[in-house]
């Protein structure tokens, strides 16, 4: 059993920057892929950037080149650094944690075998 607890949620400018912390603990946190998802009012959960066990990382597109996921195993944490930030980032982010062995279902939301219960993220004009 993983908990997962993200912190660093906040009210920021459009244009600003947040770092997004989930520390894990209970499991084995660096035999699991990390996983952040966003979640809008109303609209379903959505991948946005994905680190391996052994570090290689995903974004979706509408991310790429602001948001940058990495890992400390050694804290248990994994972060999300965003910057540049937009109207529509403006959700709550998850952080979750899939089975090594499920990589190939890294942007599916439904595979993910833990979650945090989400930071607030928003961004205003």
């Known amino acids: 059993q993983v908990q997962l607890v993200e912190s660093g949620g906040g009210l920021v400018q459009a244009g600003g920057s947040l770092r997004l912390s989930c520390a894990g603990s209970g499991g084995a946190f660096s035999s699991y892929h990390m996983g952040w998802f966003s979640q809008a009012p109303g609209k379903e959960r959505k991948f946005v950037a994905v680190?391996?066990?052994?570090?290689?990382?995903e974004y979706v597109d509408s991310v790429k080149g602001r948001f940058t996921i990495s890992r400390d195993n050694a804290k248990n944490t994994v972060y999300l650094q965003m910057n540049s930030l937009k109207l529509e980032d403006t959700a709550v982010y998850y952080c979750a944690a899939l089975h090594f062995v499920k990589y190939y279902s890294r942007a599916s939301p439904s595979e993910y075998d833990y979650w945090g219960q989400g930071t607030q993220v928003t961004v205003s004009s």
């Open positions: 680190i391996s066990s052994g570090g290689s990382t």
